[in-house]
């Protein structure tokens, strides 16, 4: 391979690859340059930051959230408990008051059907 042609109009670079041609920045624009980079920089760390905090405030409301719905899964639970004891409750009272009752009645009907 044949080393490539300098293009007509590149400015020359120096061994630091900095450019020694006509638009060359000067030391004060390049000192600016790399305060403004600085600055970038140190917002970005500054967001970064921010939304570190605002995913830990997220990370703790979802721990109450999933505390607050093991406590109401519980409460279901107890709330499913409770009714099924008292339509068991029910059920059997309604077997009880109903199942002689009804003989009773039968007995009575067939005594005055007589």
Known sequence: MSPEPEAAGRPEMSATGQSG???????????????????????????????????????????VAESQKQDAEREIETLRRTLNQLQRFRDSS???SHGPTAATQEGASSVSGD
């Open 94 to 96: 309604r077997s009880r």
């Open 21 to 63: 041609g006509p638009g060359a920045r000067s030391p004060a624009r390049r000192s600016n340059a790399l305060e403004q980079a600085i600055a970038h920089l140190n917002q970005i760390v500054a967001d970064v930051r921010e939304v570190l905090a605002d995913l830990e405030d997220v990370a703790d409301l979802l721990e």
